[in-house]
Structure formats: structure tokens, C-alpha cells
């Protein structure tokens, strides 16, 4: 299992920062990886609400991603699980549970944001994985795409 979270203070109200942490079609703006190609989002928002987004993670690891929203407590939490592709062609049991969330609270002059991310290695499959987070350092990859995501977040909260 791969873990992390990271925050920021911005100086912004928290209904605005969650106005956009919350619109997944800015996303590809947002998203400080730079992985996060294009969203399809049909409706708005909320707890059971699917979408799919484009994702580049390097040659040969581009790939759709579908997506459901499992918590959305405006203007507090909003959390989805992401659903890649199958590791093993085929093979549901390979699909690794990849959970993503933003928590917001109030903070003197503003808003405290964090971002958060768990993945659970799938039963089958899970060797793989490990060797495609170890070889391209995923993790750290990851956690430096949190951050700027927050940087983008602050700067067009407060911009």
C-alpha cells in the first residue's frame, strides 16, 4: 500500500477553494503531474457520480481512467476512487484501489486544503505493480504532483 497527503493555507474562503477542488472538469488544469489529460464528466457532482479522464504517465502508460465520486460534503471533504485499466489483461481482480481526496477547514485568514491519495496493490497482479512504482519512483512522483496541484489551487483561489 502507497500513502500520502500534503497541504497548504490559502487565503480564500473555503466555499470558494471547494468551488474548485470540486469541478473535476478543471482537473487537467489543476492536477500538478501534468498527467491528467482531459476529463468527461456528464452532470454535476456528487456522492455515486461517475467520470472518466485521459491519462499520460509516460510512454506506453496512456490510458482512460474511470472514476466515482464516494464522498462529497460540501464544502468539507470530496473524495473519489480512480479505476484504471486491469494490470493483467482481463483480469478484474488486477485492477489496483486507487482512492484520491481534498479535506478543507476553515483557517485563520482563509482555508487549510490537504490532498490525499491511497493505492492498494490488486490480488493479482501486485508484483507488477511494486516494479512500476519502483522503477519510475512513483511515490515521490506523485507526492510532487500533490503539491504543485495545491500550488495551482492556491494561486487560482487567491489569484
Request: one cysteine or more; proline letters at 8%.
Amino acid at each position: 500500500m502507497w500513502t500520502g497527503t500534503d497541504s497548504i493555507e490559502i487565503k480564500a474562503p473555503t466555499k470558494q477553494v471547494w468551488s474548485i477542488i470540486s469541478d473535476v472538469s478543471a482537473h487537467p488544469k489543476l492536477a500538478g503531474s501534468g498527467e491528467v489529460k482531459t476529463v468527461r464528466v456528464a452532470g454535476q457532482i456528487g456522492t455515486g457520480v461517475t467520470w472518466e479522464s485521459d491519462e499520460d504517465l509516460g510512454p506506453e502508460m496512456r490510458f482512460t481512467a474511470h472514476s466515482k465520486c464516494v464522498t462529497f460534503n460540501p464544502p468539507k471533504e470530496f473524495a473519489w476512487k480512480s479505476f484504471p485499466p486491469p494490470l493483467v489483461e482481463n483480469e478484474p481482480k488486477s485492477v489496483p484501489d486507487v482512492t484520491w481526496w481534498f479535506k478543507l477547514e476553515p483557517h485563520v485568514g482563509g482555508t487549510r486544503l490537504e490532498n490525499g491519495f491511497t493505492v492498494i496493490e490488486p490480488p493479482v497482479g501486485a508484483e507488477m505493480i511494486h516494479q512500476f512504482y519502483e522503477a519510475t519512483h512513483r511515490e515521490e512522483v506523485i507526492k510532487r504532483g500533490m503539491h504543485q496541484t495545491l500550488l495551482n489551487v492556491k494561486a487560482a483561489a487567491e489569484g
